[in-house]
């Protein structure tokens, strides 16, 4: 009680000197979250009596970010990364970081707490990007990088600890490898993001369709069940062939088959799969069926197609998107509304299906800015009017990712905020697909 009335009155005090003055309020409110959160804690509230830079590092999170409070409020374990300055200053090393991982994992006192541990790693390397965005050292960009490359990490050692609890595993090393599309293929994840993914298994052995169905189920529960210390991802897996009526994980043989239309009418890849396979990449798993589907990646972008067609059936696509989120506000949606990021990445998705055959550096998964700029020097588009764009994106993503931290869940904006910005990507729109 001496402690909790201690940090109390400090915080008060502290608070009052924040900058800017219309945050305090927030500050004080979530604070007070926080140490409901904590209250029967008796070494955290130690932590923040003891350790003043502690206190005030923490009242800078909850003031900068509502949903870093959340967070933090939510895991209030990660009052210990507050103080570690050595971490933050670290550099990201993700193969030393899956290898103390393993070695936690494995020393394990049963499933249930190797699925707390995940979730304690993973929320503790989130937090770090957090802070570190927090104090203005990382892009977005760079952000998103981060995040991206710790999921990639997550996913590969929860692969091996799962496999491992396997009763019926046939192989020492699963044949199987995870595919990252949408946010996480793009590396433009952020920090509620959910994963859009797909299971691929490449492997003769005669029960391994039922071994590997088996293991994704398993898989799919150690990361999305709510466990003690909280979920470790959700996951989106309707990008998988046939959607939400196709198998959980595909054979590779079949994904190909699938994908390059060499099945009976009903059971091939639509235009919109084939968009969404130009954000896609390998993430996880079996390296040797990640270059596979790579050479079948590539093969999909660089079939021939007819402009006129794609262009309909990617129109329509726009519409039904468009259909499925609307907006009855007066604010700008960045994401959804006409002149937002799908207007441009539709537009590059439809350069990279109609161009990727004669440009090889269009199949390359390096982001809508920079296959913007490879646009223009394939001469479909100027070299400004490139630039023009991918600043909007840039910019988009920028508001995005600040009303996110802000805990919005829309990202909307005032639309005098982006004026130029929508005029220059309706503009694009209208010049490629001919439409207002």
């Known amino acids: ?44 509230l130690a932590l923040l009596t003891e350790y003043p830079q502690a206190l005030h590092r923490v009242l800078s999170v909850l003031g ?15 009052l210990d990364e507050l103080l570690d300055d050595e971490a933050m200053d670290s550099p990201f090393d993700w193969p030393e970081f899956k290898r103390t991982l393993r070695l936690r994992l494995a020393a394990a006192d049963g499933i249930e707490q190797q699925m707390d541990l995940l979730r304690h790693a993973h929320q503790a390397e989130v937090f770090r990007i957090l802070l570190i965005d927090l104090a203005g050292r990382l892009s977005v960009e760079h952000v998103s990088d981060r995040l991206s490359e710790l999921a990639d990490a997550v996913l590969d050692v929860t692969l091996e600890a799962v496999w491992k609890q396997l009763a019926k595993r046939h192989r020492e090393v699963p044949k199987f490898a995870v595919i990252a599309y949408g946010k996480l293929g793009g590396k ?84 919109w799969e084939h968009q969404a396979l130009s954000r896609a990449r390998y993430c996880a798993g079996d390296a040797e069926i990640g270059a596979k589907f790579e050479q079948i990646r590539e093969q999909v972008l660089t079939t021939p197609r007819e402009a006129a067609p794609l262009a309909k059936e990617i129109v329509e696509m726009r519409e039904r998107v468009e259909a499925g989120h609307p907006n009855h506000t007066a604010l700008f949606d960045l994401k959804h509304d006409r002149g937002g990021m799908v207007d441009i990445e539709f537009t590059v998705q439809y350069w990279v299906l109609l161009h990727a055959a004669s440009d090889p550096e269009l199949i390359r998964n390096t ?70």
């Open 1 to 44: 009680r001496q402690r909790f009335d201690i940090v109390a009155q400090r915080a008060l005090e502290a608070a009052r000197t924040l900058e800017p003055p219309e945050r305090r309020g927030d500050t004080v409110a979530r604070f007070f979250d926080l140490l409901e959160a904590v209250s029967r804690r008796g070494a955290y």
């Open 188 to 271: 433009e994840l952020g920090y509620a993001s959910d994963l859009d993914v797909i299971f691929l298994y490449d492997d003769p052995d005669d029960a391994a369709a039922d071994v590997y169905a088996t293991y994704t189920r398993r898989l799919i529960t150690w990361l999305t069940t709510a466990t003690g210390a909280g979920t470790l991802f959700d996951v989106d897996l309707r990008l998988r062939p046939n959607g939400e009526s196709g198998l959980l994980v595909t054979d590779l043989d079949a994904f190909r088959r699938y994908q390059l239309r060499e099945g009976d009418a009903a059971n091939t890849a639509w235009v």
């Open 64 to 78: 900068g970010s509502r949903w870093a409070a959340g967070y933090l409020i939510r895991h209030p374990q990660l």
């Open 367 to 436: 982001g809508n800015i920079a296959l913007l700029r490879e646009v223009s020097r394939f001469g479909l588009m100027s070299e400004a009017k490139a630039e023009t764009v991918g600043a909007a994106y840039r910019i988009y993503r920028k508001l995005q990712h600040k009303l996110r931290l802000d805990g919005m869940e829309k990202a909307r904006v005032d639309p005098a905020l982006v004026v130029a910005q929508r005029e220059a990507v309706l503009r694009l729109w209208e010049r490629v697909f001919g439409e207002g």
